[in-house]
């Protein structure tokens, strides 16, 4: 396998890639875990991506580092097409209530095909892939805290809300 790491140096570097038996020689944080679920599918990249305008203004500076996250990332892939497949495979054995996958993980031992393409079922535009030969080792760097922390002694707690229902009457 060849060895890769993330970030890319361009756009079109992974490209050389494709098909290619590959090797990520750095360990990755998970960054989304929204189409889990739905395809067994994880976005990795070399630490933790901001969302631009969350760390630089909205602009020139935002839309730089979008590029940066761009080049930064790849998705693991199961090689399944099935949408909402039972079970989930990541984290082996499988997803569970107690056996999860949070952002801010980490994934390591990633080996597999590196391919580029649309997943089938979800995400637009072409993704650069890893489909690993075996399960790469996945580790709780983000855990679940047991419970939320308690309010100060002396401190308090103010809850508020506003009905807008009958706002918009005229609608």
Not at 114 to 126: A, D, R
């Amino acid at each position: 396998p060849v060895s890769i790491t993330l970030p890319f140096s361009e756009t079109l570097y992974p490209e050389r890639f494709e098909g290619m038996s590959v090797v990520m020689t750095q360990t990755l944080t998970v960054n989304e875990t929204f189409n889990l679920g739905r395809g067994s599918i994880l976005t990795l990249a070399d630490g933790r991506l901001q969302q631009p305008t969350n760390v630089v203004l909205p602009g020139a500076p935002a839309n730089a580092l979008q590029a940066l996250n761009n080049l930064n990332q790849v998705t693991l892939d199961d090689s399944n097409l099935t949408q909402n497949p039972d079970p989930i495979v990541y984290p082996p054995p499988q997803l569970t209530a107690l056996n999860t996958v949070r952002s801010g993980d980490s994934v390591s031992d990633l080996a597999g095909v590196f391919t580029q393409g649309n997943p089938g079922w979800s995400s637009p535009g072409n993704l650069y892939r890893i489909n690993p030969y075996t399960m790469p080792t996945f580790t709780a760097s983000n855990p679940r805290p047991p419970a939320p922390d308690p309010v100060e002694v002396g401190g308090s707690l103010r809850v508020s809300s506003f009905n807008v229902l009958n706002y918009f009457i005229t609608l």
